[in-house]
């Protein structure tokens, strides 16, 4: 049996992803492929509760903030993606790796060295396939998550912080250009959602058929 796919969502506050990740789920598995969607933070019963601590009594520190991140990811990896891959489920994950890269290292000045290592124990070797980065202005991002009612923390910050966060995404995009798509997510939703499909037959789907 063919190990699953795994593919990662990412991009600003408000970017469309959690929208896209469950319109690829649904396109997926209309083509037979089992899918699951998960999410970071989050995705198992610790990673949840690491997500609500970290929303509700924000760390000090933000070392603090990037090894509760890296433990949820450990168990995330063994509990949820690990097994679904080896059963041959594709798994897409709202957030990962790239969100980690971008708010605890180009935010909050962590050394790249330090996320690598901890990206080394716990994702390697089960790094994304494909990473769908979804670009949209720091203030329409915000709108739209204020629209929605659910301003996080993350939310609150200036718009400057929010653009700081764009050029992380889009440096990471330019520096990982095997892995990763870059999507405009100022398209209307069926525009964004058939340029995910694009990426995925492009990257993924050409090798499975
Ligand atoms: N392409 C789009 N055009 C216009 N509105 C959109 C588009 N994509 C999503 N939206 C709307 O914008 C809001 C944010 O979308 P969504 O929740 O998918 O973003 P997100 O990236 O998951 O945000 P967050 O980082 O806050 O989780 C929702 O109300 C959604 O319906
Ligand atoms: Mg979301």
């Given at each position: 049996?063919?190990?699953?796919?795994?593919?990662?969502?990412?991009?600003?506050?408000?970017?469309?992803?959690?929208?896209q990740?469950?319109?690829?789920?649904?396109?997926?598995?209309?083509?037979?492929?089992?899918?699951?969607v998960t999410?970071?933070?989050?995705?198992?019963?610790v990673?949840?509760?690491?997500?609500?601590?970290?929303?509700?009594?924000?760390?000090?520190?933000?070392?603090?903030?990037?090894?509760?991140?890296?433990?949820?990811?450990?168990?995330?990896?063994?509990?949820?993606i690990?097994?679904?891959?080896d059963?041959?489920?594709?798994?897409?994950?709202?957030?990962?790796?790239?969100?980690?890269?971008?708010?605890?290292?180009?935010?909050?000045?962590?050394?790249?060295?330090f996320?690598?290592?901890?990206?080394?124990?716990?994702?390697?070797?089960?790094?994304?396939?494909?990473?769908l980065?979804?670009?949209?202005?720091a203030?329409?991002?915000?709108?739209?998550?204020?629209?929605?009612?659910?301003?996080?923390?993350?939310d609150?910050?200036?718009?400057?912080?929010?653009?700081?966060?764009?050029?992380?995404?889009?440096?990471?995009?330019?520096?990982?250009?095997?892995?990763?798509?870059?999507?405009?997510?100022?398209?209307?939703?069926a525009?964004?959602?058939?340029?995910?499909?694009q990426?995925?037959?492009?990257?993924?789907?050409?090798?499975?058929?």
């Amino acid at each position: 049996m063919q190990r699953g796919k795994f593919i990662t969502f990412e991009g600003g506050e408000g970017a469309g992803k959690s929208t896209q990740a469950k319109h690829l789920a649904e396109r997926l598995e209309g083509i037979g492929i089992p899918t699951i969607v998960t999410r970071e933070p989050g995705g198992t019963p610790v990673g949840e509760d690491v997500r609500a601590l970290i929303l509700k009594d924000r760390p000090q520190d933000p070392v603090t903030e990037l090894l509760l991140f890296a433990a949820a990811r450990a168990e995330h990896m063994t509990a949820v993606i690990r097994p679904a891959l080896d059963e041959g489920t594709w798994v897409i994950s709202d957030r990962f790796i790239d969100s980690t890269r971008v708010y605890q290292g180009k935010l909050y000045g962590l050394e790249p060295e330090f996320i690598t290592m901890l990206e080394r124990y716990t994702v390697a070797p089960d790094y994304p396939n494909l990473t769908l980065i979804l670009d949209l202005p720091a203030d329409e991002g915000m709108a739209r998550a204020e629209t929605r009612g659910t301003l996080s923390r993350y939310d609150a910050q200036r718009i400057e912080t929010h653009e700081l966060l764009r050029q992380g995404f889009l440096e990471i995009a330019e520096r990982n250009s095997e892995r990763c798509v870059l999507i405009d997510g100022h398209l209307p939703v069926a525009s964004v959602e058939t340029a995910v499909w694009q990426a995925v037959k492009a990257h993924l789907l050409a090798e499975v058929s």
